[in-house]
């Protein structure tokens, strides 16, 4: 069984990235687009959600892509890209690592690293992150039972590195409705199991731009520790995932309705 | 395609049992027991759920046992009980109906008649209780994709009977540490799809009693109907789903957290 | 936990219908179009597979569909039909029962009442089924496991009819490349917990015509006890399942090939 | 879409590995422990399933474990075990990589080169083990769809290394009767939207030592290019995969009957 990442060890931990803190009963929202694309698109869509209220910025610079004809991502140069726009925004940013080779680069430019849902058993790679002791950002990958989640984190966590955040993003489902199944219980039932803080990511879940804002609502409402969603300044332009990314206004309309739902949930949350 | 189910008919439509109003814009609380067990029981139950501020009682008298050898609830007189627990407390029943032989009775004593996840293709139990225009809560299977949801209840509003509500369970999922997977995505889609109200049953969809609050809460969050919850006055006793029904002050607990959230969700479902 | 399907009661069951014996050693080949749309079509269709070696017809008269506006067979003339190609071929036909009320007149015409996935779990019609002491075909529903199918065959157990056959038929799957996902691994496993005769439905399971061939073969080769196929004289024409019905000259392939290889297959059996 | 992976370029293609031919119309069997364990170990397995007729070995040296506690392999040493097991018995050995740092020990040493099932999408080793242009067996992921599969592959291809056999080796499914959920339509389906030889592994698709040989019989029945097996000389002293090991004696009655049932198949075959 896994031992570290189990709530044997503590009831909650807090994992901090600049002045975003998982797991301390608030909730963090990570924004910003799927993949850079260039310094004005980054560094807007920064500007932006900083000013809605958003704590992380979020952008790919090493794109997982299923098919080698899509759009890879910008490398090396993109990393340099969210790393201006993180400085100029205060928010930290989080980036996804797909291979070792990166890890370096990654670490110097920006605050969190992303292993995603494809690599979530790739344990070369969880364990050089790892080494990095940069704060991780660990998908559930989308067939992944809870247990291999936590096990993963193990991982992680054997390596001396404590600051790891576990997202949901939905699991394989059966109805092309929806891109994945949003698991919102798992994630539920991993904050029975773990002190861990855990995310939820609407975007990558649900695949369709309009049931981000209700998801970010419920994963508030339900008491995940933060949300992750995908915004772009024009969609429909977007060089991957078009369909499940917010614009400026559907991003501050969210956020606006978050923070109505947020403060009388903190009361609550504070007499518990 | 279905056509009756689907938006061109009506952007939503208002399903109204007793003083219930399905579809408004409010949420809508059904609670309960999994089965009615004795005359107290079902009497203590339902004053309970009802001075909490539940608008509509549950409670099985005809039990869908995946085993033989399991309780198969106490039938016709399962039903005289809810009826008068009915009666005395002021909330509407919804009792799930297994077979054409007992809408009669059903008709005569409920105000509701369930038609379970496993029978939501018996199309000829569909169209019998379709026809006793008594309002409908239709299930979603646990391997349904919505269009196969939302041509069940075509096969119900086509005998004349408009009065459906919908109500997602969890479908089959594969980690054990949930007993199903609550497809929060698919039903905030199917209102995308379909006028019929939808709600949710977080008690069938996790089997477990922690994940009901917060799951009860993140659908009222997300903009679902109402929710369908099992109570019981000592979960511990209960002769079916002992382990996924809160106690007295679990329900307590969860209405007034529900009623802190709702209120100003209210204020921002008007503006929208 | 099931007792009467279980291993404890028989190693074996073999189940008798007309000449042909489930659970014996040999394969059983069921064969015959999804509906049965007209007279000369299910009796030429008759005539065809008992030619080839089938043992036993199939044929749907009343048809279970996921849309109200799919053809819903013919009905009470469709069992008509199917009774006097059965009679004429001299192949004891099947034909699946939806609802308790149809039950009578198949009992008078048919030999064996199938009782079809999405009604696994209707307790009510597998009691009332089973109670007329004909051979049942049980299918597994799409997201039943396999235990839960054990239970189902329970009930008709507890009414006294031990003549049940088993049917794989493909479970929910993610990838719409096949209809459903041929669980032949839970087949095999399925007879290692019971003694009930296992066959295979690969027309249902794949929703391939290319497919159920080696499929069929695949199910003969592992030692299940025979296959259910869907044959047509035109499958172009077919009002139901057009893509996964074989027509005479694939059958005809089929049926050489299964022969080709089931003489040694025999052999080996023998020693087991 | 991929397009190298197609049918378009080719109709079949072979992978030839020492002696071994996958997509030639035989079935090549593939056969070892899960992992390296001993020198004796290894090397013993190797002589006996070769006089069993095998025509490949396997070994784990490095090994994707769930939990960071499990046994992780040999590791080098193991790579060393394996190689000189393969030049004794002369059969090519396949081993798995799960970094890039080991690859070019594994060039060095065996014969082909495994991307397992966690690194379906680890895009970066994909690329990194097409260019030692050895030949790779490449295993679906637990929940890919066969699209997803033919990308990974299109990634291997793009780097100029046309050698890859695909392996199904079981999907996440929801019942724990079954390790996983052997996909035999989808691995069939396979072949007709590739030019690239298909295997099964029946070993981690069911979990279970008494399902590998029906599913073997059913792979080669069905026309699938060949299996690979978990063999160990005591299958109750595994460090890994325990359960699904067959013994020396479990796997040469695998050998007799398949070979009794591939003959008469051969000859169908060759009149297609």
């Known amino acids: 069984m896994y031992k570290l990442a189990s709530k044997s060890v503590a009831e909650r931990s807090i994992v901090r990235v600049g002045s975003a803190a998982f797991g301390d009963g608030g909730f963090v929202m990570i924004a910003g687009p799927c993949a850079v694309e260039g310094r004005a698109q980054i560094a807007s869509t920064a ?13 790919g610079a090493y794109k997982p892509r299923t098919s080698p004809y899509a759009f890879q ?16 925004s205060g928010l930290p940013a989080v980036v996804e690592a797909l291979a070792e080779s990166q890890l370096s680069v ?7 690293i992303q292993i995603g849902a494809r690599n979530m058993q790739n344990f070369a790679l ?10 991780i ?3 559930r990958s989308a067939s992944a039972t809870l247990d291999e989640l936590l096990y993963a984190a193990e991982y992680v966590l054997l390596e ?5 955040v576990l997202c949901e993003r939905g699991v394989r489902g059966f109805d092309p409705q929806t891109r994945n199944l949003f698991d919102i219980g798992g994630a539920l ?5 773990t002190h861990l803080p855990v995310i939820a990511d609407p975007s990558h879940a ?3 731009r309009t049931l981000v804002e209700p998801l970010v609502l419920a994963a508030a409402a339900a008491g995940l520790d933060g949300a992750i969603v995908e915004v772009h300044p024009d969609p429909g332009a977007a060089l991957s995932d078009a369909e499940q990314s917010l614009d400026f206004a559907g991003f501050e309309r969210l956020m606006s309705r978050l923070d109505a739902m947020v403060r009388p949930q903190f009361s609550l949350a504070a007499c518990r």
């Not at 991502?73 to 100029?88: F, T, Y």
């Not at 001396?160 to 790891?164: D, H, L, Q, T, V």
Request: hydrophobic letters at 40%.
């Open 47 to 59: 500007e932006f959600v900083e000013r809605c209220g958003a704590q992380m910025l979020r952008g």
């Open 73 to 88: 991502g910008l490398g090396e140069e993109g990393v340099g890209m969210i790393a201006r726009a993180s400085a100029q």
């Open 106 to 112: 990654l670490c110097e430019h920006v605050a969190m």
């Open 126 to 135: 969880l364990r050089a992150a790892a080494r990095t002791h940069k704060p």
């Open 137 to 139: 950002l660990l998908k």
């Open 160 to 164: 001396g590195n404590p600051n790891i």
């Open 189 to 193: 039932r991993l904050k029975e199991l």
């Open 206 to 208: 649900t695949g369709r």
